[in-house]
C-alpha cells in the first residue's frame, strides 16, 4: 500500500465531479479508488487516461461480450469439400500488432531470425517476397501486358510494437523497398477488464490495456482514413495476413486471381487441419446454408473436433484457419459499422499485471475472420500446409510452431524447388534436418530457379541467392 500524499491541496482536491460521475454511469468509479494515494502529477495523468476512454463504446461492448458468452451457439456445419476451391491462379495488409507472448521475445515478432541460413528476419522475407513480386510484374510489364506499379504496404502495429517496428524498418532500409509504399498504422487498445466487467488498473493512475485483437484492424482501417487512402491509389483488393508464418505467399497473385475469379467479397486460405487436436481454428457454417466462420479449437467439442466424414474418410471439421485473408475494399468500407454496432469481442481469460499483482481478467479481443459473416459472399480457398504454413508461434523447446520448426518447413521446401529445379544436395546432418533457402529475391514460389540451380550442387544447410 502507498503512503497517501502528504499535499495538503493534493489530499484535499477531490477528483473531477463531472469524470467520477460518468465514471459511475457506467460502473467504473473504482479507478478512482487509489485517488488520494495519488501525487498531483499522477492525478493527471490519471484523469488524462480516463478521459482518453470512450466510456459508453467501451461499456457496450463489454455487456455485449459477457451477455453473447452465456449464449448456445448455433449449431455449426461442416463446409463441403465441393465449396472449397484447390485450383485458380493466385495474388497487402500485415496484421503486426499482437504482442508475441508465447514467442517470449521483447521484439516485435516480425523481427524475429528464425534461425535461416541468411539470418534474416521475418519482416525481410516479407518485403523481399513483395520485392520479387514486382520485379516478375515489371517484367511482364515489358512484355508488354499490363501497367506495373509497386505493391503498398500496410502494416498495422498496436502501441506495443508501433516504435520498434518503425525503427526495424528504417534501419534495414526498407529491405530495399521505396519508404513510400510503407505505411504504418495502429490498432487501437482497450480495458482489460475483471470477471464482474470492472477496468482492472495497471498503476494507481492508468487503466490496464491491452490491443483490440487482429480483428481491430477494420475500426483502426476506419478510424486512420486509409481505406480513403488506398481507394485513391487505386487499390480494389486487400491481402491481409499474419506476421508470424515464414512461408507466407505475401500478395499471392495466384490467391488473388482465385479471388477475382469467384467475385466475393471475402476469402481465406485454409489448410487441412493435421490432426483432431491440432490448436487451429476451423473454419464452419453457422446453421444450415448460414455464414462462414470460424470456431476456435477451445470452443470445438472434442467429439466433433474428432468427427470423421464417412463419405471422404476425412476430419469433417477440417478446413484451418491459418490468418491468410483477401477483401474487398467495398466490403472494408462497411464492415467496420457492423462489427462496431454488434460490439461482440472475444474474452480472453489472462493473467493481466495490475496494483494488486497478476490479476486474473479478460483482454476483450476482435478477431480478423469476425468479418466472415457480415460478408456477402464468402470462399475458401485450400493451399498446401507445406508450402504457405510454417508458423511461429512459441519460443524453441516447445512442441510445436516454434522457430525451429518453421525454419526446417523453410528448409525442406526450398530444397524441393531446388531439386526439381535441377540441383544437387549434399548435407553432413541428415537432411531432413536441414535443407536449404532460396532467397525470396531469387523466387517467389519456385519459379524460375533452373539457371542458378540446374546441374549445380548445393552443400546444405545455405543460401542460394543472386
Ligand atoms: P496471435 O493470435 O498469434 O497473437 O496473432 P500474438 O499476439 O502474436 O501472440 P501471443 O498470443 O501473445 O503469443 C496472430 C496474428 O495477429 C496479429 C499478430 O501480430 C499475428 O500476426 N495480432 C494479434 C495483431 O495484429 N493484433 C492483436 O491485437 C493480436
Known amino acids: 500500500m502507498r503512503e497517501p500524499v502528504m499535499d495538503n491541496n493534493a489530499t484535499s482536491s477531490p477528483p473531477p465531479q463531472s469524470l467520477l460521475e460518468r465514471l459511475k454511469d457506467y460502473g467504473q468509479e473504482d479507478a478512482f479508488a487509489l485517488w488520494d494515494e495519488l501525487s498531483p502529477e499522477e492525478r493527471e495523468l490519471l484523469v488524462k487516461d480516463i478521459e482518453s476512454i470512450d466510456l459508453p463504446r467501451i461499456d457496450r461492448i463489454t455487456r455485449c461480450s459477457f451477455r453473447s458468452q452465456g449464449l448456445p451457439a448455433a449449431a455449426i456445419e461442416p463446409v463441403p469439400e465441393s465449396s472449397v476451391s484447390t485450383d485458380g ?8 500488432g499482437g504482442q508475441g507472448t508465447r514467442l517470449g521475445s521483447s521484439d516485435p515478432k516480425g523481427c524475429f531470425n528464425i534461425g535461416l541460413p541468411s539470418g534474416k528476419s521475418l519482416f525481410q522475407l516479407q518485403a523481399e517476397r513483395i520485392l520479387c513480386l514486382q520485379r516478375l510484374a515489371s517484367q511482364s510489364v515489358n512484355e508488354g501486358s499490363t501497367s506495373f ?13 508501433d516504435e520498434p517496428t518503425r525503427k526495424f524498418f528504417e534501419s534495414h532500409k526498407y529491405f530495399g523497398l521505396e519508404p513510400n509504399q510503407v505505411t504504418f498504422f495502429q490498432q487501437g487498445t482497450i480495458p482489460c477488464v475483471s470477471k464482474d466487467g470492472r477496468f482492472i488498473m495497471e498503476t494507481p493512475y492508468r487503466v490496464a490495456k491491452s490491443p483490440d485483437g487482429n480483428g481491430g484492424v477494420y475500426s483502426a482501417l476506419k478510424y486512420s482514413s486509409l481505406l480513403e487512402d488506398m ?12 506476421v508470424d508464418n515464414a512461408l507466407v505467399r505475401v500478395a499471392d497473385p495466384t490467391f488473388l486471381g482465385y479471388f477475382i475469379d469467384k467475385g466475393v467479397s471475402a476469402a481465406a486460405k485454409v489448410v487441412r487441419k493435421a490432426y483432431p487436436q491440432e490448436k487451429v481454428g476451423v473454419f464452419v457454417r453457422r446453421g444450415k446454408d448460414g455464414p462462414l466462420s470460424v470456431v476456435e479449437y477451445s470452443e470445438l467439442d472434442p467429439s466433433l473436433a474428432s468427427a470423421i466424414n464417412q463419405q471422404t474418410g476425412r476430419l469433417r471439421f477440417c478446413w484451418s ?12 468500407n462497411q464492415v467496420a459499422n457492423g462489427l462496431e454496432k454488434d460490439s461482440i469481442y472475444h474474452l480472453a481469460e489472462k493473467k493481466i499485471p495490475s496494483v494488486h499483482g497478476q490479476t486474473v481478467g479478460y483482454k476483450l479481443e476482435q478477431f480478423i475472420f469476425d468479418a466472415f459473416p457480415y ?35 523453410v528448409l525442406r ?17 541428415p537432411l531432413y534436418a536441414t535443407g536449404v533457402e532460396v532467397s525470396p529475391l531469387c523466387s517467389y514460389a519456385g519459379e524460375n530457379l533452373e539457371a542458378t540451380c540446374r546441374g549445380r550442387t548445393f552443400h546444405a544447410p545455405c543460401e542460394i541467392s543472386y
Do not use: Q
Request: hydrophobic share 45%; aromatic share 12%; with cysteine.
Open 375 to 409: 460478408a456477402p459472399s464468402t470462399a475458401l480457398f485450400e493451399v498446401l500446409r507445406e508450402e504457405e504454413f510454417a508458423p511461429v508461434k512459441n519460443a524453441n523447446g516447445s512442441n510445436f510452431d516454434t522457430p525451429d520448426s518453421a525454419r526446417l518447413l
Open 149 to 161: 506499379k509497386p505493391i503498398n504496404w500496410y502494416i498495422m502495429t498496436s502501441p506495443f510494437t
Open 321 to 332: 484457419n491459418v490468418c491468410l485473408h483477401m477483401f474487398t475494399l467495398d466490403f472494408l
Open 231 to 242: 481507394s485513391m491509389r487505386g487499390i480494389k483488393f486487400l491481402d491481409c495476413y499474419g
Open 89 to 96: 491462379k493466385l495474388g497487402v495488409l500485415l496484421l503486426s
Open 413 to 429: 521446401l526450398h530444397a524441393r524447388w531446388v531439386v526439381a529445379a535441377g540441383g544437387f544436395l549434399t548435407h553432413s546432418v
